[in-house]
């Protein structure tokens, strides 16, 4: 399976772009925490068999886990989990808010990395 990964670079400009949109401003960002949230998804690629509702879900929560950014990291780790899908040729058709719930849940270690795969499998 030969996919599209990720580059901290684009994350952040949609990170900051999310914030502007809202009036808000970026804040700090850990570098080297951005590196390990994104390398979360290539790590378990190779651990065990993924498809691409795994990788989704192991970028959400590769940034919940690490918590690069000062702030947004919910917000964050959705622009993930879409960027990822779209750079790929696929679509998260969820709605909005469930989606929102749905990280939260995640963020709050109510929902795990694979229900989160599987709720992803739902919306594509």
Known sequence: ???????????????????????????????????AALSHPLNQAVTRPVDIADIAAAYACGILRYRPFAAGNERVALLAMGLFLYLNDWRLDAPQQEAADVIW????????????????RGYL
Not at 7 to 29: M, N, R, V, Y
Not at 105 to 117: M, N, R, V, Y
Request: include cysteine; glycine fraction near 8%.
């Open 1 to 35: 399976m030969n996919l599209f990964c990720i580059e901290p670079d684009a994350l952040l400009f949609l990170h900051q772009e999310s914030l502007g949109e809202q009036g808000s401003i970026a804040g700090p960002c850990d570098d080297a925490l951005l590196e």
């Open 105 to 120: 849940q995640a963020s709050a270690a109510i929902l795990d990395e694979p229900g989160l795969a599987n709720w992803v």
